[in-house]
């Protein structure tokens, strides 16, 4: 069985803070895949990122970025500059041999002005 | 460039009414089709998915069901809704089985 943990339930910053969050998980294929999404106060899920588990090169996007680390199963995220519009509930996935999505509870980010 | 539409985004209805949700995709063929449910302040519960047209698999048994008239077409339904059925439902499609991408979502209140 899969499973995703965001130990972190909710962090405050105050904006231009950097924030990261943890994401941890545990699986028995071999061949999987991870994900970070960002979900507004509107609701929809925006995907942000997808890795193969045979790539571990660090990832960046802008603001964003992502640290990969297959021996310790993390794939943790990292808002640098922090703005209010990241504020947002944040989900890590994954997904496996059986192609289901498997998301961690989430973490809310709240950046104050 | 692909799209997904839910509608209604929002629906009050009373205990016991039926329920229709409808999801629909843009621009790919052939795509797998999801539904979960968010419960508030809670993470996302798979409930079907589809592999195609008329194919479709339950995760969670309850008072649900799930149908793919099209290929592109999904929709979600039940004859008597329950309180607990009350959430924010999200569709979500995928080509190659891994990522899915989802759609604006429809918040359900059963009162």
């Known amino acids: 069985a899969q499973k995703v943990t965001q130990a972190q339930t909710e962090i405050s910053v105050v904006e231009k803070e950097d924030v990261t969050l943890d994401c941890v998980y545990e699986?028995?294929?071999?061949?999987?895949?991870l994900f970070w999404y960002k979900q507004p106060p509107s609701g929809e899920l925006v995907f942000l990122i997808r890795?193969?588990?045979?790539?571990?090169q660090n990832e960046i996007s802008g603001r964003y970025s992502w640290n990969f680390q297959k021996s310790t199963s993390s794939f943790n995220f990292t808002i640098t500059a922090s703005q209010v519009v990241d504020s947002a509930v944040y989900f890590c996935?994954?997904?496996?041999?059986?192609?289901?999505?498997?998301f961690g509870a989430g973490t809310t980010v709240t950046v104050r002005a | 460039s692909q799209t997904i539409h839910q509608w209604p985004a929002t629906l009050v209805q009373p205990v016991g009414s039926p329920l229709s949700l409808e999801c629909t995709v843009e621009g790919t063929s052939n795509p797998n089709l999801y539904w979960y449910r968010q419960a508030a302040g809670r993470g996302l519960q798979l409930l079907f998915y589809s592999v195609g047209i008329g194919q479709i698999s339950s995760e969670v048994p309850q008072n649900l069901s799930a149908s793919r008239p099209q290929d592109r077409q999904f929709i979600l339904s039940s004859k008597k809704l329950l309180l607990s059925d009350s959430g924010f439902y999200l569709c979500?499609?995928?080509?190659?089985?891994?990522?899915?991408?989802f759609g604006p979502g429809t918040r359900l209140t059963v009162l």
């Open positions: 699986t028995r294929d071999t061949t999987y895949y």
């Open positions: 890795r193969n588990s045979f790539d571990e």
């Open positions: 979500a499609w995928s080509v190659d089985r891994h990522t899915q991408y």
């Open positions: 996935a994954l997904s496996g041999g059986d192609y289901k999505l498997s």
